[in-house]
């Protein structure tokens, strides 16, 4: 099965709505990183996590390693937040990530 | 600052022909390096990483190889072609060793006709 589970696979909101996103592993994690891949290919690092909670701005991520889980929330939704979202998990070792399959999110005016 | 650079942006290439990909780094000395592959519309999937000059460990066998010529660069390649090598290559750089987070190139689009 998938180590690193993510969910919802696809998301459709309107703009000003909030999000929340999902990943559950299976294979200890020791540390998290999420991304936004917009259309052209491009992998942004939105956040890097240990366990804990970060924030920028309208993001919030949180890594709980004890239950195997991260999240990231998306406040009051822009257009400019579609796009492919990305976790990967860091499972310690030769720095190998593994990621998700991916939450495609979709803003609509 | 650090940049990082790939080359070519795209390629089409026909089955059985060579390939080579080339991913540079600048602004950092010694950097952990590795090469990602995303199938269209899939996840990201780790092909090869590198600590340093000359050594570079297989993660996934995808009938590709790779090397480490000089600290900044990274190059990915094959003598022949699949249709299954079409996809998204991806170059991503570490700082080091102890902190695991990466940062990725703009990458590279395969198509293999």
């Known amino acids: 099965g998938d180590q690193v589970k993510q969910s919802p696979s696809a998301l459709s909101l309107q703009e000003g709505t909030n999000s929340a996103l999902r990943c559950n592993f299976s294979i200890a994690t020791t540390t998290v990183q999420w991304f936004l891949q917009n259309p052209r290919g491009s992998l942004m690092n939105l956040f890097y996590?240990?366990?804990g909670t970060k924030e920028n701005g309208r993001l919030k991520s949180t890594f709980n390693s004890k239950e195997s889980y991260s999240t990231l929330h998306i406040r009051d939704a822009q257009l400019e937040d579609s796009g492919t979202y990305f976790c990967?998990?860091?499972?310690?070792?030769?720095?190998?990530?593994?990621f998700g399959k991916g939450t495609q999110l979709i803003i609509q005016p | 600052a650090q940049t990082i650079h790939q080359w070519p942006v795209a390629e089409i290439k026909a089955v059985g022909s060579p390939l080579s990909l080339g991913c540079t780094i600048k602004g950092k000395s010694s950097p952990n390096l590795y090469w990602y592959w995303q199938a269209t519309g899939g996840t990201l999937q780790q092909l090869f990483y590198?600590?340093?000059?000359?050594?570079v460990e297989s993660v996934v066998q995808l009938n590709l190889s790779a090397s480490r010529p000089k600290d900044d660069q990274f190059i990915l390649s094959t003598e022949k072609l699949l249709l299954s090598h079409s996809g998204f290559y991806l170059c991503a750089w570490s700082p080091d060793r102890g902190r695991a987070e990466q940062f990725f190139g703009p990458g590279t689009r395969l198509t293999v006709l």
């Open positions: 990967a998990a860091d499972t310690g070792g030769a720095d190998r990530l593994t």
């Open positions: 996590l240990v366990p």
């Open positions: 590198s600590i340093t000059v000359g050594q």
